[in-house]
């Protein structure tokens, strides 16, 4: 028998006998809390008094977890800048660990705030001009008939932006060496690094301050002297930022001058004689490509286009975001083939995602988490890592990971995010089927580069036979591919889902 009093006591003991609630995860007063919390954000941001109304805890209960959900309309009437409102918001959601996810309400169009703690949605909120009355059923749209506001005009990245200048500035690169570059999509700007700090000096810094905001980086090398750090959250890139180091700067030396070797003087070395050999006969039929699309579990548009795509595809999901168990079993039931994309340790400083396994964890934990991650994916048939530059390189930790792995009956495909990577190997020793990536396509988020990735995934399918490629869950990705694939048969490729091409 129930001992509390209450309306609120009683739902908490509703909830607690519902079947099963005792081995369930109970989420309920975390999530009162962070709405206890929401709330005062709102009132430190100045929406307070009349202009903010929560609707009462409604209990959500699934097999494993148990939590409220809440409802907040906020009126925006007297909110001058909603882009700067939005950005503390965030940043201070952020801090709790709150995932937020924009929407717009499809009746009137306004701004929807919905709230995951982990992958449970726990809150939304509503930001229109004027509160609706009677809970929303005054007028057709519920909110009084007013009309519509436009689009709002703000930059949805402008927080990190800023974040990302001062860990430059605090790193030590003066302020004299940012320079913006024209304006496009993504935010660019040059840093032009002095000796000290060194760009391996700076990209910790600048890692560990987006990250705190749920950001992260993905440098790649443009050219000698130039890296190019991409700041990114989910499918879509922030900002670009291009580094140049002090060498590019430095006088070259001059090319030394070399004899020229006269047919009549012989050769340092004895020169081997040719043996004439003929090419490797072509492979029989189409040469098979796989592509692998990594970071998805976080909905939106680009998610919805990726769904539509060629179910050959092979979709590898990243847990601990909102919309992971979803997206899998809708890829799934679509005929794609589902994969997760298992978090793992980096070497640029803390990695924010949660569930990432590290090399400083034991069996235990590492085992425990990766099977964690694997009940987030329904109907995963294989495994491949997300960053984990560090974690791919102990193999001792790699073969606890993998023995989840071959107790399940997975594959896993080492992503080779670092060349010194022993996880394709340590996955092969324990006797698992397993691949590594041949090329990644979307290191650089414009479509020529892509389009040009893209020639040479399919170039190296056609000479070897077969190849596999990552891309990611990102609008410039899914255009090209939207373009591509229909004609990649003519091309003398056919594509097939990853564990077609398994040893």
Same mark, same amino acid.
């Given at each position: 028998?129930?001992?509390?009093?209450?309306?609120?006591? /009683?739902?908490? =003991?509703?909830?607690?006998?519902?079947?099963?609630?005792?081995?369930?995860?109970?989420?309920?007063?975390?999530?009162?809390?962070?709405?206890?919390?929401?709330?005062?954000?709102?009132?430190?941001?100045?929406?307070?008094?009349?202009?903010?109304?929560? %609707?009462?805890?409604?209990?959500?209960?699934?097999?494993?977890?148990?939590?409220?959900?809440?409802?907040?309309?906020?009126? +925006?009437? #007297?909110?001058?800048?909603? @882009?700067?409102?939005?950005?503390?918001?965030?940043?201070?959601?952020?801090?709790?660990?709150?995932?937020?996810? %924009?929407?717009?309400?499809? !009746?009137?169009?306004?701004?929807?705030?919905?709230?995951?703690?982990?992958?449970?949605? *726990?809150?939304?909120?509503?930001?229109?001009? !004027?509160?609706?009355?009677? @809970?929303?059923?005054?007028? %057709?749209?519920?909110?009084?008939?007013?009309?519509?506001?436009?689009?709002?005009?703000?930059?949805? =990245?402008?927080?990190?932006?800023?974040?990302?200048?001062?860990?430059?500035?605090?790193?030590?690169?003066?302020?004299?060496?940012?320079?913006?570059? !024209?304006? #496009?999509?993504?935010?660019?700007?040059?840093?032009?690094?002095?000796?000290?700090?060194?760009?391996?000096?700076?990209?910790?810094?600048?890692?560990?301050?987006?990250? *705190?905001?749920?950001?992260?980086?993905?440098?790649?090398?443009?050219?000698?002297?130039?890296?190019?750090?991409?700041?990114?959250?989910?499918?879509?890139? =922030?900002?670009?930022?291009?580094?140049?180091?002090?060498?590019?700067?430095?006088?070259?030396?001059?090319?030394?001058?070399?004899?020229?070797?006269?047919?009549?003087?012989?050769?340092?070395?004895?020169?081997?004689?040719?043996?004439?050999?003929?090419?490797?006969?072509?492979?029989?039929?189409?040469?098979?490509?796989?592509?692998?699309?990594?970071?998805?579990?976080?909905?939106?548009?680009?998610?919805?286009?990726?769904?539509?795509?060629?179910?050959?595809? +092979?979709?590898?999901?990243?847990?601990? +975001?909102?919309?992971?168990?979803?997206?899998?079993?809708?890829?799934?039931?679509?005929? *794609?083939?589902?994969?997760?994309?298992?978090?793992?340790?980096?070497?640029?400083?803390?990695?924010? &995602?949660?569930? /990432?396994?590290?090399?400083?964890?034991?069996?235990?934990?590492?085992?425990?988490?990766?099977?964690?991650? /694997?009940?987030?994916?329904?109907?995963?048939?294989?495994?491949?890592? &997300?960053?984990? +530059?560090?974690?791919?390189?102990? !193999? $001792?930790?790699?073969?606890?990971?993998?023995?989840?792995?071959? #107790?399940? @009956?997975?594959?896993?495909?080492?992503?080779?995010?670092?060349?010194?990577?022993?996880? &394709?190997?340590?996955?092969?020793?324990?006797?698992?089927?397993?691949?590594?990536?041949?090329?990644?396509?979307?290191?650089?988020?414009?479509?020529?580069?892509?389009?040009?990735?893209?020639?040479?995934?399919?170039?190296?399918?056609?000479?070897?036979?077969?190849?596999? #490629?990552?891309? &990611?869950?990102?609008?410039?990705?899914?255009?090209?591919?939207? $373009?591509?694939?229909?004609?990649?048969?003519?091309?003398?490729?056919?594509?097939?889902?990853?564990?077609?091409?398994?040893?």
């Amino acid at each position: 028998m129930c001992s509390r009093s209450g309306p609120r006591a /009683l739902l908490l =003991c509703l909830l607690c006998a519902l079947p099963g609630a005792g081995s369930a995860q109970n989420l309920t007063a975390e999530t009162g809390a962070l709405a206890e919390r929401f709330t005062e954000m709102l009132q430190n941001q100045g929406l307070s008094g009349g202009g903010v109304r929560r %609707e009462g805890m409604a209990p959500r209960v699934e097999p494993d977890a148990q939590w409220g959900f809440f409802r907040f309309d906020v009126s +925006t009437a #007297g909110v001058e800048d909603w @882009g700067a409102l939005r950005a503390a918001l965030v940043g201070e959601l952020a801090r709790a660990r709150v995932t937020v996810v %924009e929407t717009h309400d499809p !009746a009137a169009g306004y701004p929807l705030l919905r709230l995951f703690l982990g992958r449970r949605l *726990f809150a939304e909120a509503l930001f229109s001009p !004027a509160l609706p009355e009677n @809970g929303g059923e005054n007028g %057709e749209d519920g909110r009084n008939g007013a009309p519509p506001p436009p689009a709002p005009d703000y930059d949805a =990245c402008g927080l990190i932006i800023e974040v990302a200048r001062k860990a430059l500035l605090g790193a030590g690169v003066p302020e004299s060496a940012l320079t913006p570059v !024209a304006p #496009g999509k993504p935010p660019r700007f040059e840093a032009v690094l002095p000796e000290k700090p060194s760009l391996a000096e700076v990209t910790p810094v600048l890692e560990s301050a987006v990250g *705190f905001y749920g950001f992260y980086l993905e440098p790649w090398r443009a050219g000698p002297h130039r890296t190019v750090i991409r700041v990114s959250q989910g499918y879509d890139a =922030c900002l670009e930022i291009i580094c140049v180091t002090p060498e590019a700067f430095a006088p070259q030396p001059a090319e030394e001058e070399r004899p020229l070797l006269l047919p009549s003087e012989p050769p340092a070395e004895p020169v081997p004689p040719l043996v004439p050999h003929a090419p490797p006969a072509p492979p029989q039929g189409p040469a098979l490509l796989a592509i692998i699309l990594d970071d998805g579990g976080w909905g939106g548009h680009v998610t919805r286009r990726v769904l539509a795509l060629d179910k050959h595809l +092979t979709l590898a999901i990243l847990p601990h +975001t909102p919309f992971c168990e979803q997206t899998a079993r809708e890829g799934a039931a679509l005929g *794609f083939e589902v994969m997760l994309h298992m978090p793992m340790e980096t070497g640029g400083g803390k990695w924010p &995602h949660e569930g /990432l396994l590290k090399t400083d964890m034991d069996r235990e934990t590492i085992q425990r988490l990766t099977r964690e991650a /694997l009940a987030q994916v329904p109907g995963a048939a294989g495994v491949n890592n &997300h960053t984990g +530059t560090l974690f791919t390189t102990d !193999a $001792e930790r790699l073969g606890w990971f993998m023995e989840v792995l071959k #107790g399940e @009956g997975l594959y896993f495909v080492d992503s080779r995010t670092n060349s010194r990577s022993v996880a &394709h190997a340590v996955a092969v020793e324990q006797g698992l089927r397993a691949l590594s990536r041949d090329v990644f396509l979307d290191n650089n988020s414009e479509p020529d580069y892509i389009r040009g990735q893209l020639d040479i995934l399919v170039a190296r399918a056609v000479a070897r036979g077969r190849a596999v #490629g990552i891309g &990611h869950f990102r609008r410039n990705t899914v255009t090209v591919l939207e $373009e591509a694939l229909p004609g990649l048969e003519a091309r003398g490729v056919k594509l097939v889902p990853l564990s077609e091409l398994l040893p």
